[in-house]
T-cell receptor
Framework: GAVVSQHPSWVICKSGTSVKIECRSL??????MFWYRQFPKQSLMLMAT?????????EQGVEKDKFLINHASLTLSTLTVTSAHPEDSSFYIC???????????FGNGTRLTVT | SQQGEEDPQALSIQEGENATMNCSYK?????LQWYRQNSGRGLVHLIL?????REKHSGRLRVTLDTSKKSSSLLITASRAADTASYFC?????????FGTGTRLQVFP
């Protein structure tokens, strides 16, 4: 089945630094990738939708200058958390799909801890 | 918020029993999907039901969809301890997937 690889699986960083998370579709071309954020025991909240070769569409309340998304190819999207603060600590999950009416395939998530 | 509501929030049952989770949503949809998440992991797609379908089966899973009530249900029959996880519905209106609040299922052996 379709595989989405997300890296790193966990990262600990100091406040004020930036962290980049990669999301790759390994065996299919992902025209659209989605980035979600999940707090403990809560649901996934959509942060942004990225389409290859165009600017990401951010959900209301998500700071686009803080969460930089780049979808440079059909198999790679990156999320950079800039100037991270402790309140950015969360579980970030990417997902990808090849086309409309296709299910999403999820990465295993990245647990970010900002100290 | 566009997020759907799921109930119950948590469900504890014994192995062999059936588990039913319900999902209600607010907007029109292209399809509705159910996902499973083990603690601290990514999500696994379980089943997709299109807006013109009313019921779908996959193994021990049965999903219903009532677009007039904007609701869906997931039934897991003959549950197993390995079914312990969080289950989320997600509504797809073509351009994005919005998740419900989730149901935490615990199946005791």
């Amino acid at each position: 089945g379709a595989v989405v690889s997300q890296h790193p699986s966990w990262v600990i960083c100091k406040s004020g630094t930036s962290v980049k998370i990669e999301c790759r579709s390994l065996d299919f071309q992902a025209t659209t990738m989605f980035w979600y954020r999940q707090f403990p025991k809560q649901s996934l909240m959509l942060m942004a939708t990225s389409n290859e070769g165009s600017k990401a569409t951010y959900e209301q309340g998500v700071e686009k200058d803080k969460f930089l998304i780049n979808h440079a190819s059909l198999t790679l999207s990156t999320l950079t958390v800039t100037s991270a603060h402790p309140e950015d600590s969360s579980f970030y999950i990417c997902s990808a799909r090849g086309g409309v009416n296709s299910p999403l395939h999820f990465g295993n998530g990245t647990r970010l801890t900002v100290t | 918020s566009q997020q759907g509501e799921e109930d119950p929030q948590a469900l504890s049952i014994q192995e062999g029993e059936n588990a039913t989770m319900n999902c209600s949503y607010k907007t029109s949809i292209n399809n509705l999907q159910w996902y499973r998440q083990n603690s601290g992991r990514g999500l696994v797609h379980l089943i997709l039901i299109r807006s013109n379908e009313r019921e779908k089966h996959s193994g021990r899973l049965r999903v219903t969809l009532d677009t007039s009530k904007k609701s869906s249900s997931l039934l897991i029959t003959a549950s197993r301890a390995a079914d312990t996880a969080s289950y989320f519905c997600a509504t797809d209106n073509t351009d994005k997937l919005i998740f419900g609040t989730g149901t935490r299922l615990q199946v005791f052996p």
